[in-house]
């Protein structure tokens, strides 16, 4: 009984030994991935809209020309683009009445989600038919020069072109603002550029 008791005595201390070595492994196991700061967090470039942000955008110019085509079969038959970018509203085109023109502002701030509205209607028949090409074709030509020009962010610049006047929409800093305007003058046709930017520096 007591040679018995002598020869489990080894595989004993084994047994415990073995656990305490497991435990250590364990906790230093822990001790590592606690030490670790995980994946490299990289700082959001402040301009970059988020993907709510893309989807509140598009609901936005949706409603709004929707909200305005019930209001008034005026704005049915006049020359409406609503374009939105971080909930800045653009609205462009032309109508048949002064009323019209000043009533499309109340209307597109009832919008949820909208936090300003820039209102540069025009109280005019639509522009024509070649006069819409060469819209298409000024914001083309744009968009290009600022895709092509080095260290300029050109995904964070919404470019719309109305019947010459060129509108730049965006969350830029002051100095891209600037290089915009600066590559959108190059462009020849532009008559007139508006900056519709928010400065983020």
Known sequence: MYRTSTQRLPLNLL???GLFFILQCLSGC?????ASSGPEQIDEDPGTRTFGSYIEDESIETKTLANLYNADIGYKEGNISVVSYNGIVLVVGQLKSQ???????????????????????????????????????????????????????????????????????????????????AITRLIYGVQKIVKIVEYID
């Open 15 to 17: 047994l415990i030994c």
């Open 30 to 34: 822990a001790s590592i991935l606690s």
């Open 99 to 181: 009323q019209l023109l000043e009533n499309a502002t109340s209307i597109a701030k009832k919008v949820r989600a909208v936090r300003k509205v820039h209102n540069e209607l025009t109280v005019a028949g639509p522009v024509s038919y070649m006069a819409g090409i060469n819209d298409a074709w000024l914001t083309t030509k744009i968009k290009n020069h600022m895709l092509f020009t080095t260290d300029f962010p050109s995904g964070r610049v919404k470019v719309v072109t109305e019947n010459g006047a060129v509108y730049l929409m965006g969350l830029l800093t002051q100095k891209e603002t600037a290089d915009a305007v």
